[in-house]
């Protein structure tokens, strides 16, 4: 199960769907933060769950679950489970607000390089670096964003001193968008876009 943290979104329409090599009993309960899902697939395997809130994708959405057991059922080749509730207006009762620090920095001296900017292949970790060295201090941000949505995996890994290396896999064709950020700012370059 998990929950989807509801508070300051406003009502609307809550989607889950479930994909993976069986049906998956679902049900959604309402709690003090927001939505709880519980779903239960039947076959091992790996399961994608999408999340959409008002239609759109949350953060991180769709997130890979992979699952283990015993098999209690028949395995499909993709089977489709789904939830879909309509939300009421929910405040948090304690203020769990985390205000990040102020940082000084300069997106625009963050460099970047690396064939995963340019051009991406399908099935293969895709690479580049980031140097943020005489940036100043702050947060980096990386998203790649696909044809059918958010892609399902990027790993960012600090080397040290500001730098990063970020691998990501795709699995669809198409036109995809690279965006990097130090803080709140785009660094110089971002979006990218890549080919696959």
Same mark, same amino acid.
């Given at each position: 199960d998990f929950i989807v943290n509801t508070c300051s979104a406003g009502c609307g329409t809550l989607a889950v769907t479930i994909d993976g090599p069986s049906k998956a009993s679902m049900d959604c309960t309402d709690v003090e933060e927001g939505y709880k899902?519980?779903?239960?697939?039947? $076959?091992? =395997?790996?399961y994608f769950i999408a999340v959409k809130y008002n239609g759109f994708h949350i953060v991180g959405s769709p997130f890979r $679950?992979?699952?283990?057991?015993? *098999? *209690?059922?028949?395995? =499909?080749?993709?089977?489709?489970?789904?939830?879909?509730?309509?939300?009421?207006?929910?405040?948090?009762?304690?203020?769990?607000?985390?205000? *990040?620090?102020?940082?000084?920095?300069d997106a625009s001296k963050v460099t970047s390089k690396g064939m995963g900017l340019?051009?991406?292949?399908?099935?293969?970790?895709?690479?580049?670096?980031?140097?943020?060295?005489d940036a100043g201090a702050n947060l980096l941000f990386v998203a790649v964003y696909g044809p059918k949505g958010p892609c399902e995996e990027v790993f960012v890994k600090h080397l040290g001193h500001n730098s990063y290396q970020v691998n990501y896999a795709v699995r669809d064709r198409?036109?995809?968008?690279?965006?990097?950020?130090?803080?709140?700012?785009?660094?110089?370059?971002?979006p990218f876009k890549v080919e696959v």
């Open positions: 899902v519980r779903y239960t697939p039947l $076959v091992p =395997g790996d $679950v992979p699952c283990t057991g015993e *098999l *209690l059922a028949s395995k =499909g080749v993709t089977e489709t489970s789904s939830v879909m509730v309509e939300t009421v207006t929910k405040v948090s009762k304690k203020s769990s607000q985390v205000s *990040l620090p102020v940082f000084k920095s340019k051009r991406a292949y399908m099935n293969k970790q895709n690479t580049f670096s980031i140097s943020a060295s198409g036109d995809y968008v690279i965006i990097v950020k130090w803080g709140e700012d785009h660094i110089p370059g971002s």
